[in-house]
């Protein structure tokens, strides 16, 4: 019986830590706060906790916002958001680049694995050395194109000259 309480109120403390770190982080206000450094008086958290929703702490955001990080506010910086806009307008125009040589892959694959089937076995192990060569390639390019959309926003002019090199070694090797 003691270790059961031990446990829920553990359990209980550890979920309440937890909530007020991610409503710290993220500037909103748990119905169930118990955090005493809360800008809300004593009747008005009272009435949260009846309320049953999540409301957003905006001095919390305020206060929290490092220097460098996303604007929090809801209309933004219409100059950050066109910035933002033209970046993802050059993410897409390198990515559609990444698509057409891996389109192109994809042909010279399933064209030479036709002949493949159809080839004696002595031009087969010359085949499917260039198949595994194509095979590697595509991984390459893959990987360049998803790099652009998982760090291209943070990180675009690194990001663009990777892409690029991979996308000069590639059409240097074919």
Known sequence: MVAMATVALITFSCSATLQRRYDRMHGTSSTSSTDRSSRAPQDERDSQV?????????????DSNPAGSMPATAGGDAGYGQQLLNRYTEM????????????NLENRYNNLLNEYKNAKSSSRQAMAMELDKIS???????????????????????????????????????
């Open 50 to 62: 009846n309320d049953g929703n999540y409301r957003k702490d905006y001095d919390k955001v305020v």
């Open 92 to 103: 897409d125009k390198l990515a559609e680049v990444v698509l057409y040589e891996l389109d």
């Open 136 to 174: 590697d390639d595509r991984l390459m390019l893959y990987k360049a194109y998803t790099h652009i959309y998982r760090n291209g926003k943070s990180d675009w002019g690194n990001v663009k000259r990777d892409v690029d090199n991979t996308l000069r070694e590639y059409r240097k090797k074919n």
